[in-house]
Every structure is written in structure tokens, then in C-alpha cells.
């Protein structure tokens, strides 16, 4: 496999991940040959592993953790039992000099700059405000506090009162419907919105005002609603009786606040933020993190796997929808500048992000292997337009980087730069395979698997393989898996959406190649989930939506993103008796998917079927039809004798033979 880059001498003498090996040799008489040899022991001895990433990073605790691990089941593993702890107060204690915390830009400019700076004094006092404010309104240890918010500065700081008080938070895009979102955050009975009156995208305005006046009145458990006024001039408070408030006046409710800022010292397993994941069936999985667990997973994801250092100025191109929202203010906790950008990244030809690079001296850039697709499409070349000297590393997660990607970044962005693809999940809230400092970057591969994540492939009868295309399984637990699910006392759905096909191993749904060298290689879904740009949906939301149309009885949706190949979302409908499917329904079905749902999730195809294949207990076939479009014959796609309708299969397997053929003839 083609080498694109080799790290320097001093790259890897400097990185952090030299640092920490140069002290477990020191401290612990631990001495590792190379990065694969740190990697096995970081899953063998985990309890250890995990144990030096705490004393390493010198975590702060009222109560010290008995031990690293006390139990190691999975799920069930209980890390750091004991300890007390606060994960705003690591954020916090960064604030040493004149460094921005926080550089924001927007195309929301009417009423506010295009690029703001926020410094860490100034981000303590806000905090702090704001803190003060939710504290004096009864919000405290346990609450869930819910944000209908933009990638803002709002948003961080938000974010950082809560879990400074030990609140739970949890936060969807306004880009979402209502519909979506309530189905979200109805599950955590929330006490407090946060929420923007609209934003512009691409220079359109987008409203929201009737969107917060639905989700106002959706939640019963509201007790009180802060407005934040981003497209218009002066916040516009929602109907209702409960309390409403702006910004302005939350950030002024509590004047004496920054002097008594505290940090409610939480245990370890504490939950921090419920983020969501959709399964096939029902609605949305709202998985809860630990406060201990992200803080620790993030500090190690972070500092070793993308070397990220104070200086740096870090920045991926994200929503708060999104987990790499969570995963991007993880960069606080290093003490780097963390750059929030909120806008279209189509703008001005496809440069707003690169010249947003070149003005901010961004060190790290983090995208979508979707957004990497765009630009080599526009056919741009960021080397010739924009300075980029400053850039060191380029990230890229979502969905798998193609070869083709993987050129364009050496060829038509900067040639000695460091390219990290990254693959990982909302489940996780990080990445399980990515970049190393110490390792070459090989065409179409991740370098390795990360530290502390037992990543394996396994056949289909639960062996692991090498240089073969596999399931994507983790065999030892790891401090941010989920502690649970909302609403699933006895973990029954966390169960069945994790360790249902491997008791006690954790299959998360890729498919997934371990080269000999210790390279990874992902190949998209395993399972039926819709993976959009990175942002995942289950595909019960998408036929909640569509199905509910006059016109449609019913419906299937596929993605066929797969390594290598362009996205490709197809929708298949069933209409109702003498209704034909023209330039206007569809129109009605991609306006009702993108208005309700997502702009990311609405098909690029919307094709009509006599009816949807079923297996004999009534369930869409969904996993068997994706096979069958990736090209799978039938026998190896589906088992006959479980289908209610075998004789719907005849459309995929013609449809498929017609993909293979436009594939062919376009020469991929």
C-alpha cells in the first residue's frame, strides 16, 4: 500500500505520545519498542492502562478512586469507583493566559460580528454566570437541561454550567424538525431549554420561532425557557406560562457569581450528557455518558491520537447534533483554542472553511470525509488559495475516506500535512481506530486502533481475523461506553444494540478490516442504521415521517455508503391505489423529510415499489435489500424462508443489476 506521509524525527520526538511512553518507562518501568507494542499492553492490562492515563493527567478529585476498574463485565464494567469528580472544573482550570478559549465565526452577522474571540477569563465569567443563574432557578445534580442551539459560543458555555453543577445536558441542531427533536428530548423530561430564534444558512434565513413554540409546548416538564436572540435583533419569548428569559438577562441574574463559582464534585459514573443514536425500530437511543468517563476517554483521544497541545488551535466542522460537537469542546480540556464555525461549508466555492483556516492560523482540521468529496467535486485547490502554513493535521470522520480523498488532501491541500482519518460513534462519544504521530499514513488506511480500545474483526462465527472484512467488534470495555440508557432501567435496549449478536463483546455495526500492519480499514454499516455526513438516524424516523403522508402506505430506506463509492441513499415507496409518483410528491417527500428530520437525510432518490419486503413477523428487510444493492447475490443476501413476500426481492435484485451497471459504465 502507497505511503503519503512519514512523521519527522522531531515530530514524533515532540508529540505527546512520545511524552507519555518517555514516563511510563520513567514512572512505571514500562518500556515499549514501538506503538504496536503500547497498544497491546493498553489492552491486556486495561485496569493499568487506565490507572497511568489518570495519574498522567493528573486528574483533580474531592475522593480518590479505589481502584481503575473494579468490575470488567460489559456491559456492567465500573470504572474509578470512589472518586469524585467534575468535569467543567478540568475545563476550568485552563485558564492560565492571554490565549483565546473560544474563536467563533458565523454568517449570522445582521446583529453580532462574523468572528468573535472569547478569551478563558472571559469564559470563566460566563460560565460562572450562567451557573449562578440555573442554580438560582433549582436546577442542580441530575436535572436535564435540553439546547435547541447552534455550534455557538452559547452553546460551550451552556454546556460547561451544567455539568459544572453536576446537570445533565443534552442539545439538538436547529437545522433538526420538530418533530425529531421532541422525540428526543420528551425522553428526558427536561427542566430548562435553550434555544435560538433562527440562524442563515448559505445566506438564507432560517426562522425557528414557531419550531421553540412547539417544542414549549410539547414539554411539559419545562420550567423555564432562554431565549437567545441570533437572527432577529431582540429575543421573541414563546407562548406559555412558564418563565422566560433572554441571554442578557441570565447572564446578569447572578452578579456576584464568578466569586462564588463552584464545581460540584460528582461520582465518576455521574452522567454528564445524554446524546442519541438510532437503532432500526423505535425511537431514538438516548445514550448517557459519565462525567469521569469522557473526561478521561477525551484527554487520551486527544492528546495522544491527534497530539493536540495548547497552542493548538482546533477545529472540526460540526453541529450540536452531532457528537464531534462533544468531542470538539473535549479540546478545552487540553487548554486549546477551540474554533467554532456555524454557517455553510458550501459557501464561496467551497473556501469558507480553508480561508476560515488561513485567518484563524488553524493548526487542526477536522471534517467529513462528505465535505472532502464536495471539495474534490468543486474542484478546488486550498494550497494555491489560501496560506496553510500553520496546518498540521487534517481529521476526517463520519463515513469512510476514499483512496481518491486521501490523494486530494496530499495533492490539492498540502503535501507534508499529517491526514487522521478517524472512525468511531455516537455510542462511544470518540473514536475507536485513527491517527498516530509515530506511524506512516498508508493509502485508504487508518493508522491504528486506539489505545485502550480492544478493536477487533470477527467472522461470522465470532472469531477474530486479520486482513479480512469483518464485524467491527470491541472485546474489553472502555470508561465512555454508555452507562445506560434513558429509560431503560433494566438495560434491555442497551443489551440488544450492543452485545445481542456477541454476548459480552460489543458489535457496533461496521464493517471493518485489520491489516497486517495494524492499519484499519472501514467499509461503512453493518447494520440498517442511516449514517448521513456522520450524523446517524434510525430509519423508524424516516418512515415515521414519510409513511405518514396521505399518499404512502408504506416504505424503505437503504444507505448504500460504502468505501470507495459515492453516497447513495435511495427511499422506496408504496403508494396508495391510482396515485402516481411525480416531480410534486417527491417534492412533498423530501420537503416533509428535511423540514421534520434532517436536511442530511433526505434520499437522493425517491422510487416507487409494488410493495416493501417482509420477513415472516412482519419486519422490513432493510439489512438483506442493502445487501442486495451492494451486489450480493441472493442466496448469500437473504434466507428464503424467512420472507413473508419473496417475490418483492425481484425489484432490488433488477435495481441492483442496474446500479452495477451504471458503476460500470462510469468506471468505478
Not at 459480552?504 to 442511516?530: E, F, L, M, N
Not at 451492494?630 to 432490488?652: H, I
Request: charged share 20%.
Amino acid at each position: 500500500m502507497t505511503v503519503l506521509w512519514q512523521p519527522s524525527d522531531e515530530l514524533q520526538r515532540h508529540s505527546n505520545l512520545r511524552h507519555y511512553m518517555d514516563w511510563l518507562a520513567l514512572h512505571k518501568s514500562l518500556a515499549f519498542d514501538d506503538y504496536d507494542a503500547l497498544w497491546r499492553w493498553s489492552v491486556q492490562d486495561i485496569a493499568s492502562f487506565w490507572a497511568s492515563q489518570w495519574e498522567y493527567f493528573a486528574l483533580r478529585a474531592s475522593r480518590p478512586p479505589e481502584c481503575a476498574l473494579a468490575r470488567r463485565d460489559m456491559p456492567g464494567a465500573q470504572w474509578f469507583p470512589g472518586a469524585h469528580l467534575n468535569y467543567a472544573e478540568h475545563v476550568l482550570r485552563n485558564v492560565t493566559d492571554a490565549r483565546p478559549a473560544i474563536i467563533f465565526r458565523t454568517e449570522t452577522t445582521a446583529h453580532r460580528p462574523e468572528t468573535t474571540e472569547i478569551s478563558w477569563d472571559e469564559l470563566r465569567r460566563a460560565v460562572a454566570a450562567v451557573a449562578g443563574a440555573l442554580r438560582a432557578l433549582g436546577v442542580g445534580a441530575g436535572d436535564r437541561v435540553v439546547a435547541y442551539l447552534p455550534n455557538m459560543p452559547e452553546a460551550v458555555i451552556a454546556f460547561l454550567a451544567c455539568a459544572s453543577l453536576g446537570a445533565i445536558w443534552s442539545s439538538c441542531s436547529p437545522d433538526i424538525g420538530a418533530s425529531a427533536v421532541l422525540d428526543r428530548f420528551r425522553q428526558i423530561e427536561p427542566k430548562v431549554l435553550f434555544a435560538v430564534d433562527g440562524y442563515l444558512y448559505n445566506g438564507k434565513p432560517n426562522d425557528r420561532r414557531e419550531v421553540v413554540d412547539e417544542l414549549v409546548r410539547a414539554l411539559p416538564t419545562l420550567e423555564c425557557v432562554c431565549h437567545i436572540p441570533y437572527l432577529h435583533a431582540e429575543a421573541t419569548r414563546a407562548s406559555g406560562p412558564i418563565r422566560q428569559m433572554t441571554w442578557h438577562d441570565l447572564l446578569h441574574m447572578a452578579p456576584n457569581a464568578d466569586a462564588d463559582l463552584c464545581f460540584e464534585h460528582v461520582p465518576f459514573d455521574h452522567p454528564l450528557w445524554v446524546l442519541y443514536s438510532s437503532g432500526t425500530t423505535g425511537l431514538p437511543k438516548p445514550i448517557v455518558h459519565s462525567q469521569g468517563g469522557i473526561l478521561i476517554e477525551h484527554l487520551k483521544a486527544l492528546t495522544f491520537h491527534l497530539d493536540l497541545k495548547p497552542h493548538d488551535r482546533f477545529f472540526w466542522f460540526t453541529t450540536t447534533g452531532w457528537m464531534m460537537w462533544n468531542f470538539l469542546i473535549g479540546g478545552l480540556l487540553i487548554g486549546s483554542t477551540v474554533l467554532l464555525y456555524d454557517g455553510s461549508p458550501g459557501r464561496d466555492g467551497m473556501m469558507a472553511l480553508w480561508r476560515f483556516a488561513e485567518e484563524t492560523g488553524m493548526t487542526i482540521f477536522g471534517t467529513s470525509a462528505a465535505y472532502i468529496a464536495a471539495c474534490m467535486k468543486a474542484g478546488i485547490v486550498p494550497r494555491q488559495s489560501c496560506d496553510l502554513s500553520a496546518l498540521r493535521h487534517i481529521g476526517s470522520t463520519g463515513s469512510p475516506l476514499s483512496e481518491d480523498g486521501f490523494r486530494w488532501v496530499y495533492e490539492q491541500v498540502k503535501p507534508e500535512v499529517w491526514l487522521g482519518p478517524m472512525s468511531g460513534g455516537t455510542d462511544v462519544c470518540t473514536a475507536f481506530v485513527g491517527g498516530c504521530p509515530l506511524l506512516p499514513v498508508h493509502l485508504g488506511e487508518m493508522q491504528c486502533r486506539y489505545l485502550g480500545a480492544h478493536v477487533q474483526a470477527f467472522d461470522e462465527q465470532g472469531r477474530p481475523v486479520v486482513d479480512e472484512v469483518g464485524e467491527l467488534v470491541v472485546t474489553e470495555p472502555m470508561p465512555s461506553m454508555p452507562i445506560y440508557f434513558w429509560n431503560d432501567p433494566e438495560m434491555r435496549r442497551y443489551r440488544e444494540s450492543y452485545f445481542e449478536v456477541y454476548p459480552g463483546v460489543w458489535r457496533h455495526g461496521d464493517w471493518v478490516k485489520i491489516t497486517p500492519r495494524g492499519g484499519v480499514i472501514i467499509y461503512g454499516r453493518s447494520d440498517a442504521t442511516i449514517n448521513r455526513q456522520g450524523v446517524r438516524m434510525g430509519t423508524s424516523e424516516i418512515y415515521r415521517v414519510v409513511e405518514g403522508l396521505p399518499e404512502v402506505l408504506d416504505a424503505l430506506v437503504v444507505d448504500l455508503e460504502v468505501l470507495g463509492r459515492p453516497s447513495y441513499m435511495p427511499l422506496f415507496v408504496v403508494l396508495r391505489e391510482g396515485i402516481a409518483l411525480d416531480d410534486a410528491l417527491i417534492a412533498r417527500i423530501k420537503h416533509a423529510i428535511r423540514t421534520q428530520l434532517s436536511a442530511r437525510h433526505v434520499p437522493d432518490d425517491v422510487i416507487a415499489i409494488a410493495e416493501v419486503p417482509r420477513t415472516l413477523n412482519g419486519k422490513k428487510m432493510e439489512v438483506p435489500v442493502k445487501k442486495l444493492l451492494l451486489g450480493a447475490p441472493v442466496e448469500k443476501a437473504v434466507n428464503l424462508g424467512s420472507v413473508a413476500n419473496p417475490q418483492a426481492l425481484q425489484f432490488f435484485v433488477e435495481f441492483a443489476r442496474g446500479l452495477a451497471e451504471d458503476r460500470t459504465a462510469q468506471g468505478r
